[in-house]
């Protein structure tokens, strides 16, 4: 306990970097809600068969190595931030997707089912299946973006010390992102909103992300 306070001691020192931090205990709420609740949302919600679920998952995991590779390129090139701004946008518009096509009397679904000539009940499924890709594409590339930004922005000195500090955030972010699903979920008997409690954590670490500089030296931040 000593050595937390400790650190928060230090890092009041480096506000940028604290900064950086409190964008990724929010943004990294939502990523591991999605990671725990996506297969029962998918069963308890979608009515997904265990076939179906293996195919989700397929997809999420495949896709979870191409992004990270992908988003490995795309950080090197414009940088850690922008590309953890453009997965945030990703994440978000996922969430979204997940929502407005996860009911069957649903205006999105029966326009798609009607073009396409499936059932609503299939065009559910393509469409939890295209969250998925989505979802695994950055699901991957978001974490190990931001703890390449947080290398960049950590002194030398001071990396053991704020990469422990940085684990206790990812870790904490395992209990208050789930407790805000399962509480949303309880409340309003339904986890379509619940789905959408998990977007407002991408969108309050995108907007606390956009004020950290990540041109500045590791002993400026």
Same mark, same amino acid.
């Given at each position: 306990?000593?050595?937390?306070?400790?650190?928060?001691?230090? $890092?009041?020192?480096?506000?940028?970097? %604290?900064?950086? $931090?409190?964008?990724?205990?929010?943004?990294?709420?939502?990523?591991? @809600?999605?990671?725990?609740?996506?297969?029962?949302?998918?069963?308890? @919600?979608?009515?997904?068969?265990?076939?179906?679920?293996?195919?989700?998952?397929?997809?999420?995991?495949?896709?979870?190595?191409?992004? !990270?590779? $992908?988003?490995?390129?795309? +950080?090197?090139?414009?940088?850690q931030?922008?590309?953890?701004?453009? !997965?945030?946008?990703?994440?978000?518009?996922?969430?979204?997707?997940?929502?407005?096509?996860?009911?069957?009397?649903?205006?999105?679904?029966?326009?798609?089912?009607?073009l396409?000539?499936?059932?609503?009940?299939?065009?559910?499924?393509? #469409?939890?299946y $295209? *969250?998925?890709?989505?979802?695994?594409?950055?699901?991957?590339? @978001?974490?190990?973006?931001?703890? +390449?930004?947080? +290398?960049?922005?950590?002194?030398?000195?001071?990396?053991?010390?704020?990469?422990?500090?940085?684990?206790?955030?990812?870790? !904490? !972010?395992?209990?208050?992102?789930?407790?805000?699903?399962?509480? *949303?979920?309880?409340? #309003?008997?339904?986890?379509?909103? %619940?789905?959408?409690?998990?977007?407002?954590?991408?969108?309050?670490?995108?907007? *606390?992300?956009?004020?950290?500089k990540?041109?500045?030296?590791?002993?400026?931040?």
């Amino acid at each position: 306990m000593n050595r937390v306070f400790t650190t928060i001691t230090h $890092l009041k020192d480096y506000k940028n970097l %604290a900064l950086f $931090l409190l964008a990724f205990f929010c943004y990294i709420e939502g990523v591991n @809600t999605v990671i725990f609740f996506a297969g029962n949302y998918a069963f308890s @919600t979608l009515n997904f068969t265990m076939e179906e679920l293996i195919v989700f998952f397929i997809i999420v995991q495949t896709t979870a190595i191409f992004g !990270s590779i $992908l988003f490995g390129i795309i +950080s090197d090139s414009i940088g850690q931030k922008k590309s953890i701004i453009i !997965s945030l946008y990703i994440w978000i518009f996922t969430v979204l997707l997940a929502y407005f096509t996860s009911s069957n009397d649903n205006y999105l679904v029966n326009t798609f089912a009607d073009l396409l000539n499936n059932t609503n009940k299939e065009i559910m499924i393509k #469409s939890f299946y $295209l *969250v998925g890709l989505l979802a695994g594409s950055v699901m991957g590339a @978001t974490q190990s973006t931001s703890r +390449s930004l947080m +290398s960049k922005l950590t002194p030398d000195e001071k990396k053991t010390e704020f990469f422990g500090f940085y684990s206790l955030f990812g870790k !904490s !972010s395992a209990v208050v992102g789930p407790l805000v699903f399962g509480l *949303v979920s309880f409340i #309003s008997g339904n986890q379509r909103y %619940a789905i959408l409690s998990v977007g407002l954590f991408f969108i309050l670490g995108l907007f *606390v992300l956009h004020f950290v500089k990540d041109n500045l030296k590791p002993a400026e931040n």
